[in-house]
Each structure stands twice: as C-alpha cells, then as structure tokens.
C-alpha cells in the first residue's frame, strides 16, 4: 500500500504567512456537526476533455477532488472548495470545471491551474439543482436542471411564489447559459430558463454531435392515482355503482375483496389505487374510474432539446419511459438515449407472506422493478427493458444464485466509444453491470456473474469510461472512494478514499438503507426504492397485510376519539414519507403504527423504538428470508435518525414572511379554526426548540373519522402538481375537469386531495375570512418553519470587479449569519494556496491558522484582493458545522494549518492516499 497525503496540504507551511497583515487571537474550536442531507449524485465524475484529469465531487465534504490520470494510476492533486452538496461536475475545458452544488441552489465556475483550483465565479440557480451538460455544435452552452421554484428563481411573487397555485404548468426545469459570457449580474444572467411538463428534472445527457439535449423527470411518477376514500363507495367489494351526490358522477363500486383481516375483522373503508392503460383509469378488477379522475396525466418523462436553436426549442416528449430516472446516456454511435430507471408497482395491494391458501395479491420482494428504457429519436419511440428478467417472483424462499445476479437502483451509466457495450452502475447490488447493447435492445439481455464487476466499497454511484476504453473510474459512495477498474480484467485496480466528516454511524448504516443484496430477498428493492435519496417515490402504496392482525394504539389523540382506536392491518393507501427530519416527530407511518409504545415501558414518543419495529418489513415487503440482526437493525436506526431535511425555498432568505404568509401565520397559530376552539398550531405544532416542525407526535381523527397521526408540514411545497378532483359528499364543489397536469397524488395520508387549499377546504376547518384566507394559509404552509433556516447553504463570488454589485447578496449572508441563522465562512486563493475564514458574531473572521483574525468582510476582502486573490467565496453554513466546515476540515477541533504534517498527525490534512 502506497500512502501519502493530499501534495496541497504539503505545502502548507509557507502558506501560512500569506496573509502576513493579519492580527494574532487566541484559536477556538467547538464539537465538530454534520448533517446528512443524503444528496443523490447524478454526475459525481467527470475527465477533462484531453483525458488528462480527473474531477470527483466530494459530496459530504463539499468540494472536488482533482486527480491526474496517469498510465497506470491515478495521483492525487487538489481539492477545490466549491458549494454544499455538490452532485454534478462537468469539464469544459482541460482548465475550467462547472459544479453543481445542490443544497446551495449554485453551481461553481472553477479555474483549474495545475494542482490547485480557484472559483472564479458562482451562478446562481433555481432550488435543488441536479445535473449539468455542455451542448451546442456551434455556441456551447450549459444546461443545469432545478426546480421550478427556489429564492433564486424568476418565480418569486409575494402571493405565489414558485407558482406552487397555478394548475397544469410545467415544473422541470432547465438553466441555460451562455458558457463562454454568463452575464454582468454577480450571481450570473441565464440565456433562458425553460419550463418543461414534468415535475423536478433530475439527469441530462447530449447526443455525439451536441446538437441535443435530453432532460429527465427525476421521479417522474407512473401514470397512477387516488380515488379518494369519499369516491369509493362504501361497503366493500358487495355494493355495486352508487351516485352519492344527485348530480355527481357515478362511482363503480366498494373496495374488491379482500374487506376484513382474516380474524374477521372488518377493514375501514378506504381509497383505491388506479392506473391509467391507455383508455381509462383502471383497477385490479378493470373497472373504469375515469369520471372521477377529474385530469389528464401525460407522464411525460423525457425532453429532446434542440442546442442549436436561437430559441430553446423542444423537438419531441418521451412518455411512460419510468417511475425514478436516475441516470442517462447516449449511446455514440445508434443515437439510441438509454434511460436507467426503477419503474413502481403501487397499483398492487398488499405486503405480506403468500402460501397457497394466501390467494390475495401482495408486493412482496416485487416493489420498484430496475430497468433502462431505449429511446430511439429516429422514431421517438420507448421500450423499456427489465434488468432482472431472472427473477421469478413467486418464489420464496429465493435461491442465492438469483440474488447475486439481480441488480438494484440503476443510477449511472458509461458506453464505449464502438457503442456495443454499456456499463451499468448499480447502486443497491455493489457491482457494474458489463451489457452487450444489441443484446440490450433486443430485448435478451440476462444478467450474468461473469459479467458484473463487484466494487467491494460498495454503492457505486457514477461511472466515466477512458478514451480507449481500458480503464472504467467509478464513485463507490458507501466509503466516499474512487476506484480505478481493468476492463479487461473486470478488476478494480486502485482505490483513493476522499476524505468524509461523515460520522461512522452514518457510514456503517447506509449500506442497510440502498443495499438490496443485504435486505431483501431477491436482490432487487431496498428501502431507497421508495424512500429515493432517504426522501419519497411521490406515491401512494396501499401496503396493508389481510392476513396481519389489529393492533393496539398506545399514542396521545387529540380531540375526541371516534370509532375504534386499534390498527387495523388493512389501511388503505397511504403516501410515501420523507425520512428526513423524522427525529423527534414520535411514532412512525401516516397512522403512527410503527410505534415502541407497544412494549412493556415503551414510549410512543420513541422515534428509535418505532423505527426498529420495522424489522418484519424486511421479510413481509422486501422478501428477505429473516429479519435484520439487532446490530444491523441499529445501525439503520441511527442512519435513518441522521437524515435531515433541506432548508425551505419558498420562505424569503431573510428569514422574514411575506404580508401574505405573515397574515396565514397569524391565523394558524392564533385563530379558531376547528371544534372545540383549537387553531391550526394546536395540532401543528411549531417549537424550533424541541425541534417539532408540525407536529410533536401525537394522534387525531379530526379528517374524516379516521385515526391519523398529525404530520409535520415542511414539505407541502414539494406536493404541488395535481389540479382536479371530482366532487364528494364532504366537498361538493364543481369538480371541473383540469386538464393535463404533473402528478397523480397531492395531499392528505392518501394523497387525494389535489391542493392544500381542497384540505383546508375540509368542512372540519372554520374560515370566517373566506378564500382570500384560505389563500394566505396556504402561503404559509408552503414558506412552513423547517430545521434549517432558508439562507442555509446560499453563497456569492466575489471579485474585485464586483463588489460593489454584490454588495447587497453578501451583506444579506453576514446579517444572516450574525442573527443565527447559520455560520459565515469565506474562501479563496491566495499565492497557489487555499485559504478559509470563518466569521464570529461580531463579524470578524479567524482564518484556518491559529491565531490570525481579520477585522471585517471589508478589511478580508481589501487583503485577499491587494495579495492577488482572484476572488473570494461566501457560504452560509449550518449552525454549528462552521469551524468544521471553514477551518477544520478532520474535525479533530484544531484548525486545518496548526501544524505541519507528521507522522502522528496526518488525519489533520487528510487520509492516506491511495488505498490499492
């Protein structure tokens, strides 16, 4: 084993008189913090255009590893800050890289000199930017996909920001700039930003020509619904059509059998999941419920683009191509688009066991199938094709033989330059799938052993293939490494680890949440199928088990109980939740049913005991022939615990509320608005201090007589995107058909309600103040309190030519961060060196040598301009995670220059290098 540390940090000795004016203070450093935002990474590597260098983004740690390619081996050269989670790297030139930093809704233009790195400039974009490309025969230009909303976009009206209240608009969408000229505004002029018919985008890829772009709907959805449980008719699979309002529609019928658990014990009535084959919305049984879908869902998941259009212009759609798109590519020589995907089976109810005297359907181990879907632009036409044809999914228990075949979670892809072989990153199974295109897309391909290579890091996430095709560079994410792969020999040959502030707890748990070799039983589906990015497929599932038993509900209800308060086992379809943030918030599942409060002494409050009471999911759902051992359990806990969400993007970066929002706050939390005199916050809670975001855990069944825990509401911005619903008895409004819209599911435990103002609309809750009301209510539930304030992960570049048009960005950032919002930290190069500052309080900076402190911005900036700093970067950090992310990069709480290498202190500047 060769080792040696990162050559930059040798260096460091001389760099710490570069700043030479710098007056001397005694160091401080406090308990180093991490956050897992758990960002999925969509173009972590990428090989500069003469193949000399290689770029990684350095996920956890916020910045991109620059690596030479050399004969036989990588060396490693540099790291280069860039912005918080960055996913995406692309290389325009040899010497200028564009990264794509996905909590900071920014992307990095960095200056790439020899070993070191500098970012010239920082662009501003919409929320949760994704993915980027270079395309344009003639004028390059830079495509970068985000949300259609954030405080950076163009979309930032006091009474509708992100447009989150306009129905059927596009929501995908796609920054271009020009890529020689992005403009004279300091946080960058974008050519255009398109709005295409799709919700967030996730992955682009360009033709061999770059005469096209092809954009992706990240989680895309399905062309499934809900037919809320007031559209179903009551009674069960023995009623026939009924009509419940004179003039409303006529519903098909009650819920197909099975209507009682096997104990006999009758479901509550619920709603159905249908989907849409091409002539009507559809159930199990073939009934029609297209009266009552009061929409259109094109599901519409891949863009054609045209790069050499004056005007961004789109060629054609791609429909129904898959439910999560990961990754694309293009193959180099048919022109074919190959989309890696996961396509969802929700319309299926039922988890649980199946013998022969269990006839009812069920999911298990048959959750979200992995696929790549061909598209060919010649015809537009889409043929999905099944990476795990092998499995015979009625047969338990599975054979190993099957399993270790099976690939799980497609996410990254990487052709040779003949096209007749495609390398298939798969996240969920450890290995890269080596595929014969022609076999591929003929639709013959079987998985083989022989033809998979086993990354033995585990988790890989991205794939880049050299020039002649002997050497395949891959990101293993499970240990954060870059490994270095034979073709030939199908072998890894070299692996660097990239330094991490990841805790271990966070490190030995991840693998039990994507890893579907480990948990479950065909090797197939983890908990990342639906839980994509520790976050939410965007469906509903109806995941209950006939077979199962009522249980016993220990939590707190609020308000009066109606009806019986056990689980039933049978629940009906219910939405996939976000894992993060879930600490603090008590029992899990839209019914609190996974709750310790079972247990002798148990708590119901316990999110750790409730989160362990999912071990029989494993065998129930996923199919996996025994529950997880305690250690493994608990370290899933603990990484499940980590997870956090991202600050709010509709909220102003202030912190502040517009009139609006301010107005809808005012009522939630003081006005009587249901029975009883209870306002909105009586069951929302919000305490910052304790870390309750809506709820604090406890229980009601004030929606419908139905037993629900009260959810937190940090996410509702992200629900948008399903306009239309058919009227019921408990909302009796026009029903007005709406037209082609984004999504199949809104609100609610099931998703049936289409917008947060049809909830609110509910005849449980009390308005006096009408629509206008109701409007400035929904305002605020969008722009709703979160973990992190808005201004978290925001930055700015500043150059000498700037400043003073920047002014207003930076100082919104120091005021931020001296009124606790987050930490300041600032960095630049200074004399081929990377410095780092982290400001106080009072607004003063200490540097990453002990002992040297700068007045203000002002007197920092005046110093790094006047000693040849090319610029200066600015980024808003989370509290308590500045030291460690400014200045102490190993968080062994000194700061990165306290002293030179040695022997007993490397870990100071990095880990050893490589690992081989």
């Known amino acids: 084993m060769n080792s040696f540390v990162f050559s930059a940090r040798l260096r460091v000795v001389a760099a710490a008189f570069i700043l030479a004016g710098i007056v001397s203070v005694q160091a401080f450093a406090q308990a180093p913090v991490y956050r897992n935002f758990e960002s999925h990474q969509f173009r972590p590597l990428a090989l500069s255009p003469s193949g000399s260098r290689l770029f990684v983004t350095n996920t956890p740690d916020n910045r991109v590893e620059i690596f030479s390619v050399e004969e036989k081996k990588l060396t490693h050269l540099g790291s280069v800050r860039v912005g918080m989670e960055p996913v995406a790297v692309a290389a325009r030139t040899d010497n200028e890289i564009w990264v794509v930093n996905h909590l900071s809704d920014s992307v990095s233009i960095v200056d790439i000199d020899g070993t070191v790195g500098s970012v010239r400039r920082t662009l501003l974009v919409g929320d949760e930017p994704r993915d980027i490309v270079f395309a344009g025969s003639e004028t390059q230009k830079a495509y970068i996909t985000t949300a259609h909303r954030g405080q950076n976009s163009p979309y930032t009206s006091e009474t509708n920001p992100g447009e989150l209240i306009t129905p059927g608009i596009g929501r995908a969408d796609v ?124 599901d519409l998941d891949v863009f054609e683009l045209d790069a050499d259009a004056d005007e961004l212009a789109q060629i054609r759609s791609y429909p129904t191509v898959g439910t999560v798109l990961y990754a694309m590519g293009v193959n180099p020589v048919n022109g074919k688009v190959y989309v890696a995907n996961t396509e969802a089976r929700n319309e299926v109810r039922f988890e649980g066991i199946r013998t022969k005297d269990r006839p009812y359907t069920t999911v298990q181990g048959h959750l979200h199938e992995a696929r790549v879907t061909v598209l060919d632009p010649a015809d537009g036409s889409v043929s999905p094709h099944h990476l795990n044809p092998h499995i015979d999914y009625n047969q338990f228990p599975v054979p190993q033989s099957v399993r270790d075949k099976s690939l799980s979670m497609p996410v990254g892809m990487a052709f040779t330059g003949d096209g007749e072989t495609v390398f298939i990153a798969a996240k969920g199974s450890d290995r890269v799938a080596v595929i014969d295109t022609e076999s591929l897309e003929k639709g013959d391909y079987t998985p083989d052993t022989d033809e998979q290579i086993y990354l033995p890091g585990g988790g890989p996430a991205g794939l880049v293939l050299d020039a002649d095709g002997k050497r395949l560079f891959a990101l293993t994410r499970f240990d954060n490494a870059v490994n270095v792969v034979d073709t030939k020999s199908r072998e890894v040959v070299q692996r660097i680890e990239m330094p991490s502030p990841e805790p271990m707890s966070v490190v030995a748990g991840r693998p039990l949440f994507f890893n579907a070799f480990l948990t479950s039983g065909n090797g197939e589906s983890s908990c990342a199928s639906c839980h994509v990015a520790g976050d939410k497929d965007e469906l509903s599932w109806d995941l209950g088990d006939p077979y199962d038993k009522v249980l016993d509900n220990p939590g707190e209800v609020f308000g009066p109980l109606m009806g019986e308060p056990g689980f039933h086992p049978m629940k009906g379809p219910m939405l996939t939740q976000t894992m993060r943030g879930i600490d603090n918030h008590g029992a899990l599942h839209w019914r609190g049913d996974r709750t310790a409060g079972n247990d002798p002494g148990g708590d119901p409050l316990d999110v750790a005991g409730a989160l362990r009471k999912f071990n029989p999911t494993f065998v129930n759902l996923m199919g996996r022939d025994a529950q997880l051992s305690s250690a493994q359990l608990e370290q899933l806990v603990q990484y499940s615990l980590s997870l956090v969400p991202p600050p709010n993007p509709i909220r102003p970066l202030d912190n502040s509320l517009t009139p609006m929002q301010a107005e809808g706050k005012e009522f939630y939390m003081k006005a009587p608005s249901i029975l009883g005199g209870g306002t909105c916050g009586t069951c929302h809670v919000v305490d910052e201090s304790r870390g309750w975001y809506g709820t604090r855990g406890t229980l009601t069944n004030i929606i419908g007589g139905r037993l629900t825990k009260v959810p937190h509401q940090r996410n509702m911005y992200e629900r948008v995107g399903m306009f239309g619903r058919a009227p019921s008895t408990s909302l009796p409004f026009n029903g007005q058909h709406m037209g082609p819209q984004i999504r199949g599911y809104g609100y609610t435990h099931d998703g049936g309600a289409d917008t947060m103002m049809r909830f609110m609309s509910y005849p449980v809750f009390k308005f006096p103040g009408g629509l206008a009301q109701l409007r400035a209510v929904e305002q605020y539930m969008f722009a709703f309190e979160s973990d992190l304030k808005p201004v978290v992960g925001q930055q700015i570049t500043l150059t000498p030519d700037n400043v003073e048009k920047a002014r207003g960005r930076a100082g919104l950032l120091i005021d931020r961060a001296m009124a606790g919002d987050a930490e300041l930290m600032v960095h630049m190069l200074v004399g081929g060196f990377e410095r780092s500052f982290l400001m106080d309080a009072k607004g003063s900076f200490s540097s990453d040598t002990p002992g040297q402190k700068v007045a203000d911005i002002n007197e920092l900036a005046t110093l790094a301009f006047r000693m040849g700093a090319p610029s200066m970067t600015l980024t808003a950090v989370p509290p308590g995670s500045g030291f460690r992310i400014a200045v102490d990069r190993d968080g062994d709480g000194r700061r990165d220059r306290a002293v030179r290498p040695t022997e007993s202190n490397r870990q100071q500047y990095g880990p050893l290098l490589p690992k081989q």
């Open 175 to 298: 920054w271009v700039f020009d890529a020689k000229d992005q403009g004279d505004k300091p946080g960058g002029q974008p050519l255009v930003v398109a709005s295409l018919f799709g919700d967030s985008p996730g992955p682009l890829t360009v033709s061999a020509d770059g005469s096209r772009v092809y954009v992706g709907v990240f989680k895309s959805g399905n062309q499934t619904t809900i037919i809320g449980r007031v559209l179903v008719c009551d009674g069960g699979a023995d009623v026939g059509p009924c009509q419940p309002l004179p003039d409303g529609p006529v519903l098909p019928g009650g819920l197909p059998e099975p209507n009682e658990s096997a104990d006999g014990t009758p479901m509550p009535e619920a709603g159905l999941i249908v989907r849409y084959d091409g002539e009507g919305w559809k159930d199990e049984l073939g009934r029609d419920w297209s009266d009552v879908v009061a929409f259109d869902l094109p």
